[in-house]
């Protein structure tokens, strides 16, 4: 097989992981306002989209070394991983799980554009492209339809989790 069909497909796999992010974002804010009160729900649910992101990230890592397994010989990862800057920028969205940096949540939204310009100049790159363009816009809208809703199902585990150890912790006290 051509070396540039496992490039796209490890492309397809982090748009698929990380370009939904940023409307998650941008939708959470909308919906929580610009409320200063710093105790309310909507603000606390606000303060967990960077868990989310890291979550996302975290599983991401889980396929990259499932993919790899059992060779994890640096050979193996230099043959194996197309996009090297890209994996690795990808996988920084652990840190995330790092309190300090995800008080600061623009942080996240920041790190997960570089994925959204990738996926904006693909389709970009595409509408150029008259004969397969169309199937290429459509395979991309559903992976973008796809990362929307995977990282809403992220935010939303993030979300029940905290309020299930919010609820153990109050009922402990």
Not at 49 to 60: C, I, K, N, Q, S
Not at 166 to 171: A, E
């Amino acid at each position: 097989m051509n070396t540039s069909f496992y490039a796209y497909l490890q492309q397809l796999e982090l748009l698929g992981f990380f370009t939904g992010y940023p409307l998650l974002y941008a939708a959470t804010l909308f919906i929580a306002g610009n409320q200063p009160v710093k105790n309310n729900l909507k603000s606390r649910v606000v303060s967990l989209l960077p868990f989310a992101y890291a979550l996302v990230g975290t599983l991401y890592l889980g396929l990259q070394l499932k993919n790899l397994y059992p060779h994890y010989s640096f050979e193996n990862v230099r043959l194996s991983i197309q996009h090297p800057w890209l994996t690795g920028w990808a996988i920084l969205a652990v840190l995330f799980w790092i309190p300090f940096l995800a008080k600061k949540k623009v942080l996240s939204l920041f790190h997960s554009l570089v994925f959204f310009f990738l996926f904006v100049s693909d389709l970009l790159s595409n509408l150029k492209q008259p004969s397969s363009g169309a199937a290429a816009i459509r395979n991309d809208m559903k992976i973008y339809t796809g990362s929307l809703l995977f990282n809403l199902s992220a935010f939303a585990l993030v979300v029940c989790l905290f309020f299930i150890a919010n609820y153990f912790k109050r009922k402990s006290q």
